[in-house]
Every structure is written in structure tokens, then in C-alpha cells.
């Protein structure tokens, strides 16, 4: 991260959140440590915003079980560790908490190992809140809970949130304040930013910006893997 900090260039952060456990993916290795390509997920996570010159600092908040000692190949690199909580809106929390002093925070999830250059730039160049996204193929369907369908909203106007989720950090800090206060909670970033702070907007994201999931999620990360390393 060699950034050159100036009174007038916003001083940009990224907090990569990967405290989770897993449930969803189960096995003997947490998702987030699992080898993709010889690499593990969340290194290929945290490579690209440790190596952008504009972001200065990088905050990985991790399970709390394994933040002393970090795994090896975590150590070393100029990354400030914090220790995740329950959910992933206490690790995003934790995360801001050592990034306060900045300008703009980068919020992006440690089990999205394919994330590209482009992709950050356009969240960290935004003004305000945008997410990278990208526009849903499928037909969604609302449904209740016996299964029926109660709608289908227009495809045209739907798309996939993904991360990085880019805002100003006071803005963020503070409407994960009021969220805490109200004890409301969201599966991503961006909700708590529109209820309490703002507009957000999208940016394209990428078809390849996978969040491993799923135990079926690791072909398709392995395929993608080998498509972006043979360069
Ligand atoms: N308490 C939590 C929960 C999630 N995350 C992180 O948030 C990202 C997206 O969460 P998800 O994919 O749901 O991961 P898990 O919560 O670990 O998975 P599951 O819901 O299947 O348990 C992941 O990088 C995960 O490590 C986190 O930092 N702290
Ligand atoms: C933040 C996110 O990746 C946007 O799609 C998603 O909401 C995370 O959900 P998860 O259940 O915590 O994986």
C-alpha cells in the first residue's frame, strides 16, 4: 500500500470481513482459508485492495478464535486484524471501528476471492454509497411462505448486490450506530446505509466476483481461478 497522502486526497480504507463460520458450507476448513487455485480464498480477497495504490490501509476482521495468532500466511503483510462477532454486521462493525480517521471505506467480503481492479475503482471513485452489482438474468419470484408466488417484479430494474460497498466513513460509522441503537439488522452494508445515512447507487461488478457459499460453489471457483491465472 504505498499511498500518497495529501490534505486534499481522500484517505481511503477497506475492511475485508471474513469472520464468518460457514454454516452454509460446512466442512473441516473454514470457507474463507480454503485453497482455490493453490491460494487461499481470502488472500485472493485481500490481494487487490492491499496492492491499489489509493487505499491506504486494510482492516481483516476475522473469526476471534483466529486473530492471535493470525494464520501464517496472513502475517506479515501490513494488514490490521480485528475480530469478527455473531454476525456479519458486528464484523463490518469491529472493521470500522480502526478505520475511522479515513475518508472513504471499502466494505468487501472475504469469501469473494475473484474481485478485480476495476470493479474496486469504480466504488472507490463513486461519490456517496454505491455497491458493485450487476443485473440479474433470472426471473425473480416472491413468494410466501407456503411457496406461492405473490409476485414478479420487473427484471429490468433488479440487480444483484455484490461487494466491495464503497461509502464516506462517518457516514457508515453512523448509520451502523443508529442501526445498533434500533436493533435493526440487514444482510448487507448498503441497507443500513439507505435507511440511515442515504442514497446508494450501484456500479458494475463482475459475473466472476463469486461469493463462495455453497460446497458447489468450489468448481466454479476453481474454473475461474485457472481462467484469471493464466492471465
Ligand atoms: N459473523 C460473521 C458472518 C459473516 N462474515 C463474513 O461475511 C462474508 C459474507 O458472509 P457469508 O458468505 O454468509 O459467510 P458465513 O456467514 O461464514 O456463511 P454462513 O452464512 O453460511 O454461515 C464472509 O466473508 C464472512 O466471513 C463475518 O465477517 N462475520
Ligand atoms: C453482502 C452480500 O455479499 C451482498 O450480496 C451478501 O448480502 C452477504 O450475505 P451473506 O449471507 O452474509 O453471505
Known amino acids: ?13 477497506a475492511v475485508i470481513v471474513a469472520g464468518g463460520s460457514g454454516r452454509r458450507f460446512g466442512g473441516p476448513v473454514r470457507k474463507q482459508y480454503l485453497s482455490i487455485g493453490g491460494q487461499p480464498v481470502l488472500l485472493r480477497a485481500i490481494l487487490p485492495f492491499l496492492r491499489h495504490p489509493r487505499i491506504e490501509r486494510v482492516v481483516v476482521v476475522l473469526p476471534a478464535e483466529d486473530v492471535e495468532p493470525p494464520p501464517a500466511w496472513l502475517q ?10 455473531a454476525e456479519r454486521g458486528d464484523s463490518v462493525r469491529a472493521g470500522l471501528a480502526l478505520v475511522a480517521d479515513c475518508d472513504r471505506v471499502l466494505i468487501h467480503d472475504g469469501a469473494r476471492p475473484f474481485i478485480d481492479r476495476d470493479t474496486i ?3 472507490l471513485e463513486a461519490e456517496g454509497g454505491a455497491i458493485a452489482a450487476v443485473p ?5 419470484k416472491q413468494v410466501d411462505e ?3 408466488i405473490t409476485g414478479t417484479p420487473d427484471r429490468a430494474r433488479l440487480w444483484q448486490a455484490q461487494t466491495p460497498q464503497g461509502f464516506p466513513c462517518a457516514a457508515i460509522l453512523h448509520a451502523y450506530d443508529r442501526a445498533a441503537a ?15 445515512a442515504g442514497p446508494v447507487r450501484v456500479v ?5 466476483n463469486l461469493k463462495v457459499t455453497r460446497p458447489e460453489d468450489v468448481a466454479v471457483a476453481e474454473a475461474i481461478a485457472a481462467e484469471l491465472d493464466r492471465g
Do not use: C, K, N
Open 204 to 208: 458494475m461488478g463482475s459475473p466472476r
Open 146 to 148: 407456503s411457496g406461492a
Open 121 to 123: 475503482d469504480r466504488v
Open 1 to 13: 500500500m504505498s499511498t500518497t497522502s495529501s490534505p486534499d486526497i481522500p484517505r481511503v480504507a
Open 76 to 85: 506479515g503483510m501490513g494488514i490490521v486484524l480485528a475480530a469478527g462477532g
Open 182 to 196: 434500533d436493533g435493526f439488522a440487514a444482510t448487507d452494508d448498503a441497507a443500513l446505509f439507505e435507511r440511515y
Open 136 to 140: 440479474v438474468t433470472d426471473t425473480i
